[in-house]
């Protein structure tokens, strides 16, 4: 098939990547000229294990290539696929100009009739407007078809869940655009759901919104926790040994962040208001999140009279480990505040430093290695929990005048920190000094 992908985000690379990989010829299109020009030379924008070397092989062997110009990629197409962002608006509805923005892309260039695939993550019944959109803007008289085909990539793992994920969803209209979908993706040898248009939109959403509940649950079980004594990983790990409740997304911490969960959950938050719902529930998770958020610097504000002239090392910035992502990760709000109460921030990262150079406030420093952020910081701050800060010796936090740790993602067995004499705070456990 020859597939044509519009945005070499995240998703869309990584979309373009895998079909390519099984075989599929893929041109990805995207606005911005210097990431294609990256693209082209084989190198990736973004941080994501394996990435890079099955984009070179594809590229080398020619099933792979990168434009900026629409009309190249899709005049030859026999399926497009729309990949742009969808961020939030002011509101938190989702903002669907990019979408909208390819769909008229698309329309102009339609020579022979198509299947349009969105991936995109987009409010239920947009599909229903892309394809006003196509019709209306197109200028040969071809069948154009929508299918909605969500992503469920996981950033940091996302080509490994292109080839093992749990499940494809297509969402169709017709039983013949569906096969083809289908047919695209068989080699993958991921189970596929075929559903209507309207309940693929939604499964999307919902999916995002039910995990994001599950973080803010345990994070609210988490608080109780440390008021009561009990510990959330004993409390979590029995929770979760119950099939139905399962152990995954059982972790507690300082909440989540990234590019999906802040955005979906307001976005249907608005989908549900749109028809009069009152999505009570969710609007609750949304705000124990951004009250999650704050968790670390209440511990702080209450261990410290001041923060003022205190240096805090900020150890991991990225959303998750193994992505570069800085979008709305929980380091955006910490180091601000650290930095709005007079502390001073030094933060270290594996990957994250450039994407974070562009985010955080000018005034945070950033170190090279581990021990460099922790050498004559007052406190350490734990915010993304990192294989190498995971695995890093106890011992590493002596390089701070006194070792003390906040730790807001429970990276360490608090037996293990007191054995190696570092005072440690983390989330739902007790303290140990
Ligand atoms: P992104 O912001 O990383 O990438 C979007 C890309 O689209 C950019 O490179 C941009 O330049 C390009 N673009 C915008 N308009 C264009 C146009 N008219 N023509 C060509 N290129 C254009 O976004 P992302 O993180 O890849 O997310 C894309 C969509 O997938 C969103 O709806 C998101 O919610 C959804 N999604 C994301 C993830 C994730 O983990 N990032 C997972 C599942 C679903």
């Known amino acids: 098939m020859k597939i044509a992908i519009i945005g070499t985000g995240y998703v869309g690379l990584v979309t373009g990547v895998s079909l390519s990989e099984i075989g599929h010829q893929v041109t990805c299109i995207d606005i911005d000229d210097g990431k294609v020009e990256r693209l082209k030379k084989g ?8 990435l890079s070397e099955l984009m070179s092989k594809n590229i080398e062997e020619q099933r792979l290539s990168f434009t900026t110009n629409h009309q190249d990629g899709i005049r030859e197409a026999d399926v497009v696929y729309i990949a742009v962002g969808t961020p939030e608006n002011e509101d938190g509805s989702a903002d669907l100009y990019y979408v909208e923005e390819a769909a008229k892309e698309i329309a102009k260039y339609i020579s022979k009739d198509m299947i349009v ?8 019944g947009t599909n229903d407007k892309i394809l006003q959109i196509l019709q209306k803007h197109r200028i040969y008289d071809v069948k154009v078809e929508v299918v909605s085909n969500p992503e469920f990539l996981r950033e940091g793992s996302a080509i490994h869940d292109s080839f093992y994920g749990d499940r494809i969803v297509i969402g169709a209209e017709s039983e013949e655009a569906a096969t083809v979908i289908e047919e695209i993706n068989r080699p993958f040898g991921v189970p596929i759901f075929k559903t209507d248009i309207k309940s693929a939109e939604m499964i999307k959403y919902a999916s995002n919104a039910f995990l994001a509940t599950k973080i803010s649950f345990i994070n609210e079980i988490s608080n109780i926790c440390e008021l009561l004594d009990a510990n959330i990983e004993n409390v979590a790990k029995g929770m979760g040994l119950d099939k139905r409740i399962g152990e995954q997304f059982l972790k507690a911490g300082i909440g989540y962040g990234g590019s999906c969960f802040p955005k979906d959950t307001k976005a249907l938050i608005q989908i549900a208001g749109n028809v009069k719902y009152d999505f009570e ?9 951004q009250k999650q958020q704050r968790i670390l610097i209440d511990k702080l504000n209450s261990y410290f009279f001041s923060l003022k002239g205190k240096r805090i090392a900020v150890l991991g910035l990225a959303f998750k480990p193994d992505t570069d992502d800085m979008r709305e990760a929980a380091s955006i709000k910490v180091t ?11 933060a270290y990262d594996p990957v994250a430093v450039k994407n974070a150079k562009g985010v955080l406030d000018p005034r945070v420093q950033f170190a090279s290695s581990i021990e460099e952020a922790l050498g004559g910081s007052d406190a350490a701050m734990i915010l993304t929990e990192w294989k190498e800060i995971k695995t890093m010796d106890p011992q590493l936090f002596h390089c701070m005048d006194q070792p003390l740790v906040f730790d807001g993602r429970n ?3 608090p037996e293990s920190m007191k054995n190696n004499q570092v005072e440690y705070h983390s989330i739902g456990r007790p303290a140990v000094a």
Do not use: R, Y
Request: charged letters at 20%; glycine letters at 8%; hydrophobic letters at 40%.
């Open 43 to 50: 190198i990736s924008p973004i941080h994501e294990p394996g």
């Open 117 to 124: 695939v969105t991936k995109s993550t987009i409010p239920v």
């Open 281 to 289: 529930l969710l609007k609750g998770v949304v705000n124990v999140n």
């Open 336 to 346: 601000e505040e650290l930095i709005k109460q007079g502390a001073e921030v030094i």
């Open 411 to 413: 990276c360490f067995d």
